[in-house]
């Protein structure tokens, strides 16, 4: 069993059953399945993308410079962060918001020691703005702050059970890996689930990741307990 993980959760996931903005009702289906990990003392990091509030590398252009961009991205992950914590706590689940960019009125500081001390309190950590700079994404962002907090499995939520050889959506008798190493999926130009420089760096460093469906039932749970859940990316 993993003890302590980071799990990826995107915009679009948050949006949950509308095209955009955010859930409220799954982020309480979110907290209840935290809730029992939590309570056994697995820490949990998540962080958050923005996409359902604002995607940078779309919006740049048209006189928005591409940084202009990335900083919006950022702040959607804030709106985000700070929702998702709101439900947490009212779930019974302790819970605190740090951000990789300045905002100390509505969130504290992601700062290291501070954040391992929440973590060993006991309180789920939500972080929001990436790593706080522009031109990396928050899959990048995730595992260098796995990494920085020493944990032991980066889990990326997606919109499909695992890695597939093909996009399942296009093609639905497309072949879904249970495991692949981190050089055939850095090698393998078809895997678009994360990208490569989150990838490498997650190879360079052994960090095992899991890409699954974060919607199925206890599929959290399970894959913090090492049953086969989705596709493993390890060495």
């Given amino acids: 069993m993993y003890k302590r993980v980071l799990i990826k959760l995107s915009g679009q996931q948050l949006a949950g059953k509308y095209e955009g903005g955010f859930d409220a009702d799954l982020a309480g289906w979110f907290a209840e399945e935290i809730k029992p990990l939590n309570k056994k003392g697995i820490q949990i990091v998540i962080m958050v993308g923005g996409g359902n509030i604002v995607r940078g590398a779309q919006i740049a252009?048209?006189?928005?410079?591409?940084?202009?961009?990335?900083?919006?991205?950022?702040?959607?992950?804030?709106?985000?962060?700070?929702a998702l914590t709101d439900i947490?706590?009212?779930?019974?689940?302790?819970?605190?918001c740090l951000s990789n960019i300045f905002a100390e009125q509505v969130a504290e500081p992601f700062v290291y020691r501070l954040a391992l001390k929440h973590l060993?309190?006991?309180?789920?950590?939500?972080?929001?703005g990436g790593i706080g700079r522009p031109y990396l994404t928050t899959d990048t962002a995730a595992v260098s702050l796995a990494l920085e907090l020493d944990c032991n499995l980066v889990m990326k939520?997606?919109?499909f059970d695992g890695v597939y050889e093909q996009n399942p959506s296009t093609n639905n008798k497309a072949k879904k890996f249970?495991?692949?190493?981190?050089?055939?999926?850095?090698?393998n130009s078809n895997i678009k689930v994360m990208d490569q420089a989150a990838l490498g760096l997650a190879m360079e460093h052994g960090m095992d990741l899991i890409i699954f469906d974060?919607?199925?039932?206890?599929n959290i749970a399970n894959a913090i307990s090492g049953l086969p859940v989705g596709t493993k990316i390890s060495n």
């Fill in 61 to 82: 252009g048209h006189g928005i410079q591409r940084v202009t961009a990335d900083h919006m991205g950022m702040l959607g992950t804030m709106i985000n962060a700070l």
């Fill in 88 to 96: 947490f706590e009212a779930h019974g689940v302790p819970t605190r």
């Fill in 120 to 128: 060993d309190k006991g309180r789920v950590i939500i972080i929001a």
């Fill in 157 to 159: 939520a997606t919109k």
């Fill in 178 to 187: 249970d495991h692949l190493t981190h050089q055939q999926a850095v090698e």
């Fill in 214 to 218: 974060a919607l199925g039932p206890n």
